[in-house]
C-alpha cells in the first residue's frame, strides 16, 4: 500500500507561505475515486497450477474479475484454457469425446489489515468448476482404477471446494503471503481425496530497479488416501522474476518444477501419450499481463 508522506522541506514551505499561499493557490483536484473492480488478462507459454502443467505444455490464455468492498468482502471469477481432463480421458478409453477446454473458478472472501499496515488477513472460499462436454463414460472399470495409478479417471467429476486461510506480510521491500487450502470435495477428479491440503508461502523482493520485483514460492499438495504406492502428494517450487512496465503492463519469467513421483517407469502426473513424461517436470514459463 502506498502512502502520502510530506517531507520536511515541504513542511518548511508551507509555514514561510502562510495563510496568504493558502488563500491564493488553487484547491489541488481530487484524486480519482478508485474502482472496487478490477481485471486481468494474462498470455502464458504453459499453465502451471500448483506445478502441474494444466495444458500439456502448451500456451493458455487467462482472465479474470475481481471486486472488493471497501469493508474487507470481495468476490471474483478468473478463467484459463487448459487440455488435462480431455488429455486424460481420451489416453484412458479412445471410444469417449470428452470436451473441457476450460477451467473457471469462481471465489469469495474476506480480507482486511487486522494485524497492522501491510498485513492482511484473509479467508475466503474456491470453487474449480470444468464445463465437461460429453460423457465420462462408467465403462472405465471404475472399481480397479480406484486402487491403481489412474484415481483421476473414475468418472469423478473434477470439480473442486476448498476453502482457505491466509496472511500477507510487508517488511519494507519485501512482501508474501503464507496460506493454507483445503478441500471441501474430492481434489480434481481424484477418487477418495475429500481433505486434501495445500500449505504454501510465496515471498516477494522488490529491487527498487526499473520496476523488478524477484518472486519464489514453495508449497506442499497433500493428496489425502494414497493407495499403495501410488502417493499423488508432491513439492512444489519456483523462482522468477517480474518486470513492471507501468500502465498495468507486467511480464514475469519463471523456473518451476516438482518432485511428483514416478511409479514403475510412469510418472503419476503423466503427459496422455508414450513417450510419458511428467506434467510436473521442472521448465521454464514467460508470461505477460494487463491489468485493468
Do not use: C
Request: hydrophobic share 35%; aromatic share 14%.
Amino acid at each position: 500500500m502506498n502512502t502520502f508522506k510530506k517531507t520536511t522541506l515541504a513542511l518548511a514551505i508551507t509555514a514561510l507561505a502562510g495563510g496568504a499561499m493558502a488563500q491564493s493557490a488553487p484547491a489541488p483536484a481530487p484524486a480519482p475515486e478508485k474502482s472496487p473492480i478490477t481485471a486481468n488478462v494474462t498470455v502464458v507459454n504453459d499453465y502451471r497450477y500448483r506445478g502441474i502443467s494444466q495444458s500439456n505444455f502448451k500456451p493458455a490464455i487467462q482472465g479474470g474479475f475481481d471486486y472488493a468492498h471497501e469493508s474487507g468482502f470481495y468476490i471474483g471469477n478468473w478463467n484459463s484454457s487448459i487440455s488435462w481432463i480431455s488429455d486424460a480421458y481420451t489416453a484412458a478409453d479412445n471410444s469417449q469425446t470428452i470436451s473441457a477446454p476450460l477451467e473457471m473458478d469462481f471465489y469469495a472472501g474476506f480480507k482486511k489489515e487486522l494485524i497492522g499496515e501491510g498485513f492482511a488477513s484473509d479467508i475466503g472460499v474456491l470453487q474449480y468448476y470444468y464445463p465437461i462436454g460429453g460423457t465420462m463414460s462408467a465403462s472405465l472399470n471404475t472399481t480397479a482404477r480406484r486402487s491403481d495409478a489412474n484415481r483421476q479417471t473414475t468418472s469423478q467429476s473434477p470439480n473442486t471446494t476448498e476453502a482457505y486461510i491466509a496472511q500477507n506480510f510487508t517488511f519494507g521491500p519485501v512482501n508474501g503471503f503464507v496460506k493454507f487450502s483445503y478441500a471441501l470435495t474430492n481434489i480434481f477428479g481424484f477418487y477418495n481425496s475429500k481433505g486434501s491440503y495445500y500449505p504454501d508461502l510465496t515471498v516477494n523482493y522488490d529491487t527498487g530497479f526499473e520496476g523488478i520485483i524477484l518472486n519464489s514460492h514453495v508449497g506442499y499438495q497433500k493428496i489425502t488416501n494414497t493407495i499403495g504406492q501410488n502417493d499423488f502428494s508432491y513439492t512444489d517450487w519456483k523462482l522468477g522474476i517480474t518486470k513492471d512496465f507501468g500502465g498495468g503492463l507486467s511480464a514475469n519469467v519463471s523456473y518451476v518444477g516438482t518432485n511428483a513421483k514416478t511409479v514403475a517407469g510412469t510418472p503419476l502426473y503423466s503427459t496422455p501419450n508414450a513417450p510419458f513424461k511428467s506434467t510436473g517436470k521442472a521448465g521454464g514459463l514467460i508470461s505477460l499481463t494487463k491489468t485493468f
